[in-house]
């Protein structure tokens, strides 16, 4: 029994098709973590009994981590893990704070002086800011409002050697 024979015109739509599943597709532009890539090293910020020390990786893989802790007399009260890499196009910061859920911020802006990260949908905080404050100094602010209200808190860190005994 012969195969019943397909008009030539139904095979340009089908050819067409294949061609274009073949064809690149185009991905979403990379924000490249170079332009934050001042947050790398480690920065420590001491205020009222209180020493907070953040240490940043610097990009690498397509991916910043950070590890944190604050110490109040000696003892660790807190700790946190984060990561910073490009989704879709824009910088996330995924949070892992002590005792917590983790938090998802967006990047509303970053830039070679200041970057802040974005949750209006978050308890607290809704926004977290890093701006550069001088060569060696980096002014973490913390907010409970996405726009209007200043910060809840801040840390004025100051970047320090890093050393494997704290």
Known sequence: MRSPRVPAVG???LALLSFLVLLPRAEAQEVDL???????????????GRKTEEHWMAPGGGLMTMMSRTLRGGVARGHEFALLRSDAGELVFRAYPSGQSPAEFRASTATGEEVAFVNADHDFPRKI???RSGPNRLLASVFSEVQGEGPAFELDFERVTCSPSG
């Open 11 to 13: 095979m340009v739509p």
């Open 129 to 131: 800011r890093y701006r």
């Open 34 to 48: 170079s332009v934050v890539g001042w947050l790398a090293g480690c920065w420590v910020a001491e205020s009222e």
